[in-house]
């Protein structure tokens, strides 16, 4: 026998044995039982926050006393003027059902103007204005807050929107919330059964939000009306950015901030999202730490429209049915870290269209599909992550241009179907990742040639590069990675 013959049957020969050997890849650790206990832990503190006042004592806040101001003049409006005051922001889609929502085409908004005033006082004013604008302790018109004025809601104090009514709130000025709340209430809406009331924040209005509750908000596609939303468009741009912290966001349709800068999400919970729980469209600058998701209809956080600069911490997504976080068309600059993504019905992270994106310390873990996904993503870095229990690939590349190089750096692959899948990758620099958990399947695609590489090294102490083909880049620019203008 040729001596060069010897030595490849000796060495499948001995990848035979060490798959054999090898038991049914199971997520390492008894980490699945930790998330689920975590996850059945979460679910029994949510059903114990009620009210603002359990958010208030949960996270000690010391929210400042409201400054001192006139009280804002409540009047009632013309309802067609407030929805052409928000179309010149935010567009006219889903207008009709807004109208079609109110009973008997009622045209009446309830406006302030001109001052502070709170939830209480607001009742009363406009149930002094017409009895009808009150129906049993919740808001039944809808409300218009005008630049220069502010409604407030704190010290456990709700504003209930009544759904059949057809309430909403369009805030132009400021909406302050601490330990306060804004929910629907009543049943479906006889003309429009799709409609629930929602709170838009457009124009150069400002969402100050601490320890409040939102629930039961939000219908259909548009970002105004989707439940809880700051949309900032045109020339003139908020005099400070809003702020969502300590909050409970249950039964939401969605949350959509567009065309921020600088907004900050830090410590809120999202339960129950009827479709993507949180989407930042055409943001800057934004700030997502330490929020919490909890199942939910479709993705727990999108990134989308050039968003641009964002940064998401210290987030732990549970069970969403589509993908933990998802780039779609995002701008440059995302980073995303100490992460963990349990169980999505999809990938714990999906980046498409979307360059320099740096993921460190993300944990992806029992997802359905795959544990990571990249397509068209230059620029980008996968470091000290660990993605387990993938339903299909942990990470899968694809359709990225020539001359792209994924570097991937510390991370750990362990019970995944196939660790790393690809088809028309360009280059994979790995150095340092762990596949000593990844049976048995290594590497698929057009990189599973590299597979005897990676199985003489395991632990990733040599570096290794995996190449293939990518797709045309002639025509499209370089990838800019520079910071994001705060403006």
């Known amino acids: 026998m040729f001596p060069e013959c010897s030595s490849a049957l000796a060495r499948l020969l001995a990848l035979c044995l060490l798959l054999a050997a090898a038991a049914r890849a199971e997520v390492p650790g008894g980490v699945e039982s930790q998330l689920e206990a975590r996850y059945v832990a979460l679910q029994g503190e949510l059903r114990d926050l009620q009210r603002p006042r359990d958010l208030l004592d949960r996270v000690d806040l010391d929210p400042a006393p409201p ?8 009047e009632l409006f013309d309802l067609r003027l407030a929805l052409a005051q928000m179309a010149l922001v935010v ?14 085409g009622r045209l009446l908004a309830v406006s302030l103007r001109d001052g502070s005033i709170d939830a209480a006082e607001l009742l009363a004013e406009a149930r002094r204005l017409d009895p009808a604008a009150v129906a049993g302790g919740a808001m039944a018109y809808p409300v218009l807050v005008q630049q220069g004025a502010t409604l407030r809601i704190d010290g456990g104090a709700m504003l209930a929107l ?15 919330l601490a330990a306060g709340g804004i929910v629907a209430s009543g049943g479906a809406n006889t003309a429009a059964p799709d409609f629930a009331p929602f709170v838009v ?17 939000g219908f259909g596609r548009t970002p105004s009306f989707s439940g809880l939303a700051v949309i900032v468009s045109g020339l003139y741009r908020p005099s400070e950015p809003s702020v969502l912290r300590a909050s409970l966001l249950r039964d939401l349709n969605a949350v959509r901030f567009v065309g921020t800068q600088g907004s900050t999400l830090a410590d809120n919970l999202f339960t129950g999202a009827r479709s993507t729980a949180l989407e930042l469209r055409g943001t800057s600058g934004a700030r997502l730490l330490g929020n919490r998701f909890v199942d939910g209809a479709g993705d727990a956080i999108r990134l989308s429209d050039g968003a641009r600069g964002t940064w998401i911490d210290g987030t732990e997504i549970f069970r969403p049915a589509l993908n933990g976080i998802r780039l779609r068309g995002a701008g440059h600059g995302t980073e995303v870290r100490d992460t963990l993504v349990w ?13 320099c994106t740096t993921v460190q310390g993300l944990r992806a873990v029992g997802s359905g599909q795959k544990g990571l996904a990249l397509r068209q993503a230059r620029a980008s870095r996968i470091a000290g992550s660990a993605i387990s229990g993938s339903g299909s690939a942990g990470l899968y590349v694809s359709q990225q241009p020539e001359g792209t190089v994924l570097e991937l750096e510390g991370n750990r692959f362990a019970a995944n179907r196939v660790g790393i899948d690809t088809a028309a990758p360009a280059r994979l620099r790995l150095s340092a990742n762990d596949f000593s958990d990844q049976f048995p399947r290594f590497l698929d695609g057009d990189v599973q040639d590299g597979s005897a590489a990676l199985i003489a090294d395991l632990s990733g102490r040599q570096p290794l590069v995996l190449s293939a083909g990518g797709t045309d880049a002639r025509f499209l620019p370089p990838p800019d990675c520079s910071a994001p203008d705060e403006g």
């Open 162 to 176: 009544d759904r059949a009514e057809g309430a909403f709130v369009v805030n132009l000025g400021r909406l302050e």
């Open 91 to 104: 567009g006219t889609n889903d207008q009709l059902t807004v109208l079609r929502a109110q009973p008997g």
């Open 343 to 355: 169980q999505a019905g999809k990938s714990a992270l999906s980046v498409s269209r979307s360059d």
């Open 67 to 74: 400054t001192p101001a006139p009280r804002a003049t409540v």
């Open 201 to 217: 924040t457009a124009g150069t209005g400002v969402l100050q939000a601490e320890a409040a509750l939102f629930s039961g908000l």
